[in-house]
């Protein structure tokens, strides 16, 4: 059982909890994933450590709840518990001589994006970043990457916030512009990934994008999470998940991960249905506590 | 004793093929009493006992059957024991036809004793009475770790313990087993009798730690600073192959392993009550044609599949699949498309399989294993409609744990080597079962698990590495 100890709202829909796992703290790198399951019966499913303090023994993932899981998650409150956790899971990246990068989160990819800018900016490296989001409202993690920056863009894809438009308008002007970069990263979801690929390609940039496809076991065993880089499968739980951006089938991986388009909608309606009659029962059961 | 001169096995009463094959119930049901002693009458005590020599454990196979003949069930239980301590599981999934059976003498002139079955008859004869437990031994004091809890895991872990060992299990799932969880399913295994071996083991005084991926959570030379004196490698071959065809990665096509564990460990059949989803559609191929391929179609079969095929490129003689699960998977309904396979998966514009292009084979010379080379016959292709896919063409070594320690020879394919003791090429680090030999069988690799707690226990009392 791993303990809740803290719960944060960053956005609607998107939570960060602050874990109780010493292990798992102890061995963490920037790019490593965990995978958790919340109580018996309940699926297994990977979150990118989006922090680890290994004194502390404490491990934080950021959380959008997409679907059944992730919203069971974000019911849970500091001081619960969950079945399973386990990690540090992926190959931890590592980025030896470089002088410049940028980094470029989208959405929810901005808390994976976190650990890696950090780990250059303790290393003296000089850190660009882009970070967007559908609306201001949805904008996570804004004062820690800008705590990791030498610079910072934000923009919106309503113009809510920051810069109007697609983090890819930033990415394009600063290269058009003659920024030289040793190496940019992009996360966030895979369309942006593989547009943000396409446009540093001409530029000779290496370019690293962490990919997401469905996972069951995360240690290389069931071969659900492979991937096409650069026409050979790969396991992105093992070998992965970050890859070069310009080997990266896209295409398949977008797809793959439509799977269970059908199944996770039941899955849901489910729980929402349930959840309702629960929240609906808590109220009746707090009114008649009111009339006692 | 009276003797019992059929010339055939007593028949075990299994759920009929036409219901059995919607659902995930045990499909043999196991001996009744009378029945057990019964075809234990058949048995000849034979002097020169071929049935010890091809059981990999050498189970008391004459002695446990008279007591089953004498209605001495407890007796019986305690012999199998002596050597076997998972014999509910054997009793069910072992080659027998390979192994014990293969050379008992009435086998020459009729069917075998159904040591099998008479041996799971005494492993639930005793569970229904309820498992005593153990004695705990005096304990010593010494550390051992054992990382992966499958049968070599299981029964090294048992072995120490029962030597007064404090033992660790490291296991990289939720739930401990190995392949007995996450790969057999529940219609030839209940997992409600893996659960209680483990509960055995455990009451020996073994401590489980799972979600441990080990080389990832911690290393073995951490297990060393931990204090542990010896470590056991039973990390199994669980790295799925592919084929290597276009379109493996179209959706709906899914390894063997993943396949397996989404329905047996997560439960998939239950699904929506449970979380984790599958897709199985209306017509299904499986590729290959060991255990691992029966048990997926057959899998598949009560995920309400209308067809399930079964494309092995050779002939029925040379699959590797236990006898027995052949014959149920064949009254269960799946069709074996023998000498054919699979070169070209095709899909259609979202992704998805729509049919496999296979080409015919034919018999050529035998090959390094024995088996007669199936060599394609040109110009034979021909497309068959499928809507999933399932690899079972066998597995290789997980390098997770093995590319994180240093000094630990492997053999050319990624095996970790040992010695005949089990020890690897670094001090105090012994290795076993599949992890060691490629898949192999449940007893193998519990023998393997013996063998190493052996001489585990032997390096620790006088700390001699070879
Ligand atoms: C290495 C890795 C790191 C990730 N990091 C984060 C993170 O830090 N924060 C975050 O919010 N999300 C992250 N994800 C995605 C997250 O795992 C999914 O959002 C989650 O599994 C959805 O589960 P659900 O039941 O709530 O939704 P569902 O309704 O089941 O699915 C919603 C979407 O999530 C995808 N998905 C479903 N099941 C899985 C699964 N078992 N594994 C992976 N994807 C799945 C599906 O493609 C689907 O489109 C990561 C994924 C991977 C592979
Ligand atoms: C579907 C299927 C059907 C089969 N049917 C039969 C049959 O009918 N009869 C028969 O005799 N044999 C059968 N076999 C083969 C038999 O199950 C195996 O030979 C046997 O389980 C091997 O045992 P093992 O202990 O070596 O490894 P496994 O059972 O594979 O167990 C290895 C364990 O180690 C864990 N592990 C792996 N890496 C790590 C790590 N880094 N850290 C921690 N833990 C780790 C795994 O999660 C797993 O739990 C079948 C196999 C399959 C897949
Ligand atoms: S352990 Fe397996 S091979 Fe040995 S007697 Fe029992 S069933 Fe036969
Ligand atoms: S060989 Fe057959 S008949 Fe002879 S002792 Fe063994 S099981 Fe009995
Ligand atoms: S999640 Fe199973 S192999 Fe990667």
Redesign the pocket.
Known sequence: MFKILEKRELAPSIKLFVMEAPLVAKKARPGQ?VILRIKEGG??????I?DYDAQNGTVT???????????ELGTLEAGDYIEDFVGPL?VPVEFPNHKKVLGIGGG?GI??LYPKLKMLHQQGVEVVSIIGARTAELLILEEEIKAVSDRMYICTDDGSKGRHGFVTVVLKELLEQGEKFDEIIIIGPPILMKIGSEITKPYGIPTMV???????DGTGMCGG?RVTVDGEIKF??VDG?AFDGHKVDFDELIKR??T??EE?KI??ERFNEAHECKLINKIEGADKDAVK | MPLNRSKKKTPMPTQKPEVRRRNFNEVALGYSEEEAVSEAQRCLQCKKTGCVEGCPVQVQIPQFIKRIAERDFEGAIKIIKETNSLPAICGRVCPQEAQCEKNCVLGKVGEPVAIGRLERFAADWERTKGIRPPVIPKKLGKKVAIIGSGPAGLTCAGDLAKLGYDVTIFEALHKPGGVLVYGIPEFRLPKIIVEQEVKFIQQLGVEIKTNMVMGKVLTIDDLFEMGYEAVFISTGAGLPKFMGIPGENYLGVYSANEFLTRINLMKAYSFPNT?TPIKVGKKVAVIGGGNVAMDAARSALRMGADEVHIVYRRSEEEMPARKEEVENAKEEGIIFDFLTNPVRIIGNENGWVKGIECIRMELGEPDASGRRRPVPIMGSEFVMDIDTVVIAIGTGPNPLLTKTTEGLELTKHGYIAVDEEGRTSREGVWAGGDIVTGSATVILAMGAGKKAARSIHEYLQNKKWR
Do not use: H, W
């Open positions: 994933f699926e297994r499913i990977p979150l990118t989006a993932i950021v959380f959008q709840e997409v679907g059944k899981t992730t919203r992926g929810l808390a994976p962490s990919l997401n496809p469905i996972m069951v999470c992105a739980c998940p991960l439509a269970y388009k996770e899955s849901l | 979380d």
